[in-house]
């Protein structure tokens, strides 16, 4: 019996499910011209040494892009394009675990920059599953691709509304119907562009709901200068500390920032000082020095 048409029967027995692999050699060898109306979106992933991007290096570049229409939904995919590069220093242990990729994979192995640069470059939109780990690396290591507009699908979707529980890439090309081999690069960008093209209860693409997310502009309330004894006020109220300009801050929509300010206001800086804020779009979004 065909193994399609046993997964068939067996999704139609009750109390079974059936989990397919997740094919990711498919594509077309160069992305075709977009027809008038479509965009280009280039799903990246990067493998590094660490956490940091002042300190750890990227060793390994993933991209794979598609066209895409007006509605959000995906028009043709290009295969996926993958490069390593030797980060000068001994790959971590747990690092080579969780991806294996080791020493003697990265010696000597270097990116092709205008390679990389051309691709990312000539998307209208770069998305990641987690953008504020990716971009930074990226935009440090390419500076070309800088003022490039991003998107994440780890922070800018309300995966629970569409249908899913959990955030985690495996977790959610599982219940998309898929499984694949996670923490290479190459393999989550295929997961990644499979999940963006999947329409949920909305009949609408996920991609289209990332993209109105992350078009919209938003304003950065950076709390510059609040009382130390608030910090648990703020982290309770969603804000992030960040250690490198020490202030917490959070995004929020232009909507509901009045009652925002009010409540900074009233409730951290009490007549001490105020908040700044900055309009922040897809271009300054995720980036180091937004």
């Known amino acids: 019996m065909e ?57 390994e570049v993933a991209i794979q892009r598609f066209t895409f229409d007006r509605a959000g939904q995906i028009v043709a995919i ?20 969780l991806t294996g990729l080791t ?45 490039l507009p991003w998107a994440c699908s780890l922070s800018q979707l309300d995966w629970l509304a569409l249908g899913f529980d959990g955030r985690s890439l495996g977790h959610l090309l599982l219940q998309g119907g898929w499984f694949f081999q996670g923490h290479r690069a190459g393999n989550d960008v295929a997961a ?21 997310r992350a078009e919209a502009a938003s304003i950065r309330i950076e709390a510059v200068g609040a009382p130390f004894d608030a910090k648990d006020l703020l982290k309770g109220a969603g804000y992030r500390w960040d250690a490198r300009r020490r202030f917490w ?25 105020r908040a700044n804020l900055r309009p922040i779009t897809a271009r300054e979004r995720f980036a180091r020095d937004t």
């Open 78 to 97: 290009e295969r996926v394009r993958s490069w390593l590069e030797d980060p000068g220093r001994a790959m971590p242990e747990r690092l080579t675990a």
């Open 249 to 273: 801050w959070r995004e929020a929509e232009e909507v509901g920032l009045p009652s925002e300010v009010d409540w900074l206001e009233q409730n951290v800086y009490r007549g001490r000082g």
């Open 3 to 59: 193994s399609d048409e046993l997964a068939r029967r067996l999704e139609a027995m009750p109390g079974y499910r059936v989990l397919r692999a997740l094919n990711v050699d498919i594509g077309d060898a160069e992305l075709p011209i977009p027809a008038p109306g479509q965009r280009i979106a280039a799903v990246v992933d990067t493998e590094t040494t660490g956490l940091d991007p002042d300190v750890d290096r990227t060793v």
């Open 192 to 212: 990644l562009t499979a999940l963006l093209g999947l329409k949920v209860a909305s009949d609408r693409t996920i991609l289209s709901h990332l993209l109105e």
């Open 103 to 147: 020493d003697a994979d990265l010696a000597g192995q270097r990116f092709d920059d205008a390679a990389i640069v051309k691709l990312i470059g000539e998307a209208d939109f770069v998305i990641a599953h987690n953008a504020a780990f990716d971009r930074p690396f990226l935009d440090l290591r390419f500076p070309p691709l800088r003022r």
